[in-house]
């Protein structure tokens, strides 16, 4: 058990699948909760940070963020350096993370510009202090319209800016499939924007997975679970050596699949067995209730994974991030230095 942590902890991590809000400080939430005037109790904040069989969920923490406690900037600027600054103590060495605008500039009403600077402000301070390096991805809120979407893609146009790398889709994805965002995906794609897409979460139909894939043609794929229900799919990743990020933690299956038998029939062990290219991140750490190298060791405890997968799936998340060619060289060569 020590070695195994010592072995996850140290080492050297790249993150492509964490959310913002869902870094949030315990203390961070309380504090923004008592300056609103404590529109919620100190009870309701902590209970975002429970888990068990009936969460209360991630989805209502942000909500909860976006509608009453984000109000300022400044609030975003600290998320983001507290986020890298947690990252820096996992040996996350580099990080693209997620931020959805469209709740912070309609709902919160921060302007687009105002935000991403301090997203960006803090990630330069958290390269200085703490020498990690964090890149953005701008996230659709699939649950608002498909024009909210293109309209967050065009505030990205109107503000390049080279640490903000691509867009996202996220929240919710139960009749909210990728094909009603396809405008706001071609629009970013044409603009020289990365593409990713969380797709096949929740059980949600393989042929989302099917969309993002041959429609989008996205650069990589959020958790891809239900893939594993029509093969020549995932054949065709297979071979396309597509990477996929996958979360352990996924409040799904611990939902709904019985204790005793949620490791053994988690979709993650046989995409492990299938040779699948995954990488393993934190999505949610603070409201999951886990961190990243805790992640990394549910990979061997949980679903089977050897040493030497480990170092696949740190190699995989190398080549499935959107850094320099540059960059990946180096970071793969500290990887296999690590586990020789």
């Given at each position: 058990?020590?070695?195994?942590?010592?072995?996850?902890?140290?080492?050297?991590?790249?993150?492509?699948?964490?959310?913002?809000?869902?870094?949030?400080?315990?203390?961070?939430?309380?504090?923004?909760?008592?300056?609103?005037?404590?529109?919620?109790?100190?009870?309701?904040?902590?209970?975002?940070?429970?888990?068990?069989?009936?969460?209360?969920?991630?989805?209502?923490?942000?909500?909860?963020?976006?509608?009453?406690?984000?109000?300022?900037?400044?609030?975003?600027?600290?998320?983001?350096?507290?986020?890298?600054?947690?990252?820096?103590?996992?040996?996350?060495?580099?990080?693209?993370?997620?931020?959805?605008?469209?709740?912070?500039?309609?709902?919160?009403?921060?302007?687009?510009r105002e935000a991403q600077?301090?997203?960006?402000?803090?990630?330069?301070?958290?390269?200085?202090?703490?020498?990690?390096?964090?890149?953005?991805?701008?996230?659709?809120?699939?649950?608002?319209?498909?024009?909210?979407?293109?309209?967050?893609?065009?505030?990205?146009?109107?503000?390049?800016?080279?640490?903000?790398?691509?867009?996202?889709?996220?929240?919710?994805?139960?009749?909210?499939?990728?094909?009603?965002?396809?405008?706001?995906?071609?629009?970013?794609?044409?603009?020289?924007?990365?593409?990713?897409?969380?797709?096949?979460?929740?059980?949600?139909?393989?042929?989302?997975?099917?969309?993002?894939?041959?429609?989008?043609?996205?650069?990589?794929?959020?958790?891809?679970?239900?893939?594993?229900?029509?093969?020549?799919?995932?054949?065709?990743?297979?071979?396309?050596?597509?990477?996929?990020?996958?979360?352990?933690?996924?409040?799904?299956?611990?939902?709904?699949?019985?204790?005793?038998?949620?490791?053994?029939?988690?979709?993650?062990?046989?995409?492990?067995?299938?040779?699948?290219?995954?990488?393993?991140?934190?999505?949610?750490?603070?409201?999951?209730?886990?961190?990243?190298?805790?992640?990394?060791?549910?990979?061997?405890?949980?679903?089977?994974?050897?040493?030497?997968?480990?170092?696949?799936?740190?190699?995989?998340?190398?080549?499935?991030?959107?850094?320099?060619?540059?960059?990946?060289?180096?970071?793969?060569e500290e990887v296999r230095?690590?586990?020789?």
């Amino acid at each position: 058990m020590d070695n195994l942590y010592s072995l996850c902890h140290n080492l050297p991590k790249v993150e492509l699948h964490c959310h913002l809000f869902g870094t949030i400080r315990k203390e961070t939430f309380l504090d923004f909760n008592a300056r609103a005037g404590k529109p919620f109790t100190d009870e309701e904040i902590l209970s975002f940070y429970i888990r068990g069989e009936k969460p209360v969920g991630v989805l209502k923490a942000f909500r909860t963020l976006d509608s009453e406690l984000i109000k300022y900037a400044k609030d975003l600027y600290r998320l983001t350096i507290e986020y890298l600054e947690d990252a820096k103590f996992h040996n996350i060495r580099y990080t693209e993370f997620s931020w959805n605008p469209t709740g912070t500039v309609i709902t919160s009403r921060i302007p687009y510009r105002e935000a991403q600077g301090a997203i960006l402000e803090a990630i330069d301070d958290a390269k200085k202090q703490f020498g990690v390096t964090g890149r953005l991805i701008c996230a659709i809120d699939r649950e608002d319209s498909p024009e909210r979407a293109v309209e967050m893609v065009n505030w990205m146009i109107a503000n390049k800016d080279p640490r903000v790398l691509g867009i996202g889709i996220d929240y919710r994805e139960t009749n909210r499939g990728p094909e009603l965002f396809h405008d706001a995906y071609v629009k970013a794609r044409k603009n020289g924007l990365k593409l990713t897409a969380h797709a096949g979460e929740y059980e949600a139909p393989w042929e989302n997975v099917d969309y993002v894939l041959n429609t989008l043609k996205v650069d990589r794929i959020d958790h891809g679970y239900s893939m594993l229900h029509w093969p020549e799919l995932v054949d065709q990743i297979i071979k396309e050596e597509k990477v996929i990020t996958v979360v352990p933690t996924n409040s799904y299956y611990l939902r709904n699949l019985p204790r005793d038998q949620w490791a053994a029939k988690h979709p993650i062990r046989k995409m492990i067995k299938l040779g699948i290219r995954i990488h393993p991140n934190s999505d949610d750490p603070t409201l999951h209730a886990s961190d990243s190298t805790k992640d990394w060791m549910m990979m061997v405890e949980c679903f089977g994974a050897g040493i030497e997968d480990l170092k696949g799936f740190a190699l995989n998340g190398i080549d499935g991030s959107w850094m320099s060619d540059k960059e990946k060289v180096e970071y793969k060569e500290e990887v296999r230095k690590y586990f020789t």
